[in-house]
Nanobody, 124 residues
């Protein structure tokens, strides 16, 4: 069973930076795609970034372009999401999701496996 675990959330001041990590268990980031999603209070879950190991492509939501960076580590067991210049609008529970195969998508239905979320709170 594929397992993913997001971590790195917490309280961050506006203007600061944070790094979230998605640790992969029972599979590595080879021939697969990882997506990052977030769900703000009272809002629907939205995709913010994804990375495909097979295609080497990354995709970002408009709200994430220029501030979010998704990458994998050298061991291919962790996929990170770095966020710079955080604002209170970035407050949300962040999730990572995975799928074997090619491609990369910000759509929830694209992914087979989901990890538990990690809460990010940005103070103004």
């Amino acid at each position: 069973e594929v397992q993913l675990q997001a971590s790195g959330g917490g309280l961050v001041q506006a203007g600061g930076s944070l790094r979230l990590s998605c640790r992969l268990s029972r599979f590595t980031f080879v021939d697969s795609a990882i997506g990052w999603f977030r769900q703000a209070p009272g809002k629907e879950r939205e995709g913010v970034a994804c990375l495909s190991s097979r295609d080497g492509i990354t995709t970002y939501a408009d709200s994430a372009k220029g501030r979010f960076t998704v990458s994998s580590d050298n061991t291919k067991t962790t996929v990170n999401l770095e966020v710079n210049g955080v604002t209170p609008e970035d407050t949300a529970v962040y999730y990572c999701a995975g799928k074997y195969g090619s491609g990369c998508s910000l759509a929830q239905g694209f992914y087979d496996s989901w990890g538990q979320g990690t809460l990010v709170t940005v103070s103004s």
